[in-house]
Nanobody, 117 residues
Framework: VQLQASGGGMVQAGDSRELSCKASVSGVSFNTYNMGWFRQAPGKEREFVAAITWTARTYYRGSVKDRFTISRDNAKNTVYLQMNSLKPEDTAVYYC??????????WGQGTQVTVSS
């Protein structure tokens, strides 16, 4: 599986941004993968942001719940992260990941999101 994340950029606090992650898969259908978004801010550990299972169940870290929405379009092999009411503390490199029951096995290259106050 190859993952290509896009959509990052510089925004102001309160703005919205949508990230996309397109998967290139072979042998196994995209709709069998759990998909997740993670982020890593400078000097900090990578942290979980949101996930959507192959059954479309969603999970969020507390600080983004009610502001971010993860979704997937299986026909396009793409997962999205809609980010609203962005805050400076959301500034990070955002990574998408895919995997199964054993965890996330595949990672994209990351896309930078910078939120200015």
């Amino acid at each position: 599986v190859q993952l290509q994340a896009s959509g990052g950029g510089m925004v102001q606090a309160g703005d919205s941004r949508e990230l996309s992650c397109k998967a290139s898969v072979s042998g196994v259908s995209f709709n069998t993968y759990n998909m997740g978004w993670f982020r890593q801010a400078p000097g900090k550990e990578r942290e979980f942001v949101a996930a959507i299972t192959w059954t479309a169940r969603t999970y969020y870290r507390g600080s983004v719940k009610d502001r971010f929405t993860i979704s997937r379009d299986n026909a396009k092999n793409t997962v999205y992260l809609q980010m609203n009411s962005l805050k400076p503390e959301d500034t990070a490199v955002y990574y998408c990941a895919s995997g199964g029951e054993s965890g996330y096995e595949y990672w994209g290259q990351g896309t930078q999101v910078t939120v200015s106050s």
